[in-house]
């Protein structure tokens, strides 16, 4: 009699990518246990259970995975090698790109995978706060290294500058979601960089002796 073999383990790199997108698509309340297996290629609860913990576990597990991945397009803001101008530039861009792409859902799973948690569910507003705040804080440092280098000024509109551009990064989520395209997004960053520019310092004019 031919023995039976061992029942196919299932990929868990394929089920994490599974997860993260229904993660992304929906936000973390609305995605029940059932879609998440479902997903994964039908695996029982006990596979679930077994391989994730819990559904807020995976959803650590998945956050963790989408900043090792998609997340990767803000690592410009703590590469130090670029100028503060250029750092900003091309987490932008990146994003807007990532954010609009149609190989995935759209938007930012930062951004929007908790937006509106009931309680219950406040750790992951708080873990997903937490990764909101470093990069707030990754495009402060950018200005405030700028500012130090003399390469912004230092006044009233370079002090909100942070604050600005943070929150046309957070409002690419919503405007990718309803389907703008990343050129559009892309102008958008163009224009909005000139408030940099504005505030630049301007290299000094060598003085000509006068003529007598």
Avoid at 188 to 198: E, F, G, K, P, V
Wanted: aromatic share 6%; charged share 25%; net charge positive.
């Amino acid at each position: 009699m031919a023995r039976t073999g061992r029942p196919r383990e299932f990929d868990r790199d394929k089920a994490i990518d599974a997860a993260t997108a229904l993660f992304w698509a929906q936000g973390y309340e609305p995605t029940s246990l059932t879609q998440l297996k479902a997903s994964m290629g039908n695996i029982s609860p006990a596979s679930f259970y077994a391989a994730f913990g819990s559904k807020e576990a995976l959803f650590r597990e998945v956050v963790q995975h989408y900043l090792a991945t998609y997340g990767q397009v803000m690592a410009p803001l703590w590469d130090e090698n670029l100028s503060p101008r250029e750092a900003i530039e091309k987490a932008l861009r990146g994003s807007a790109r990532m954010q609009s792409a149609r190989t995935h859902p759209a938007g930012c799973l930062v951004v929007s995978g908790a937006s509106n948690c009931s309680p219950d569910n406040e750790p992951i507003q708080t873990l997903l706060a937490a990764e909101r705040q470093r990069t707030r804080a990754g495009i402060r440092a950018c200005v405030e290294r700028a500012i130090t280098n003399g390469e912004l000024k230092a006044s009233s509109a370079t002090d909100v500058l942070p604050d600005i551009l943070t929150t046309f990064f957070h409002g690419m989520t919503c405007e990718a979601r309803d389907g703008m395209k990343a050129k559009n997004l892309d102008a958008a960053i163009t224009s909005l960089l000139t408030l940099w520019d504005i505030n630049a310092v301007k290299p000094g004019k060598e003085k000509r002796p006068q003529k007598r």
